[in-house]
């Protein structure tokens, strides 16, 4: 997955939502979810209208999983939108070893949470309701990458089959909401 993300942006400037959803979709939901969520939690998803449109393609992704497909269509405004080759190829450099040392570690255990149905469409309407706030809590330049990291464990877990690593997502996802509401509340927001 790392290599095909270098390779999307070896020898160019600019790479389109479009052509990212084209290139990590090929294997499912999954590829795409965990490039979307390490991209969020990037500083690329720091970059005013990236973590929104972000957001939309994880939520977009969930609503996927939750009607079974595969196959994703995004809208022309997002899909047209593009992100700097260079910043995606400094994150595949900086994942790469994270991805090696996690390989160790990811297992296939308690499939019915990474693979059921019922529990894919909790993750699937966790995904639809995180990467959907982005749209507005984007303007907090922390959301992206917090929501981003309960997305990112999900993806693990689903890519790997490993319902433990789904089980610690749905851990993460109750920690990011009241850190939300936390910094909300102290903000006066």
Known sequence: MVDRLRELAQDRDQVSF?????????????????????????????????????????????????????????????GKRCIPARHIRKTADKIHPAADFLRRFLHVRLTSLAEGRASL??????????????????????????????????????????????AGGHVLVVLVTAGIWYFRAQTGG
């Open 18 to 78: 479009d052509q990212l959803v084209q290139t990590m979709g090929q294997q499912g939901n999954a590829p795409l979810l965990m490039v979307c969520a390490l991209l969020m939690i990037s500083p690329i998803g720091m970059i005013p209208g990236v973590g929104g449109a972000l957001g939309v393609v994880v939520a977009i992704v969930g609503f996927q999983i939750l009607m079974r497909q595969t196959r994703i269509d995004l809208p022309h405004f997002i």
């Open 121 to 166: 469409s909790v993750v699937a309407v966790i995904l639809m309701l995180g990467g959907g706030s982005l749209l507005v809590l984007g303007a907090i330049p922390v959301a992206t990458p917090l929501i981003g990291l309960p997305v990112a464990v999900y993806a693990f877990g689903i890519i790997a089959r490993d319902g433990a690593v789904v």
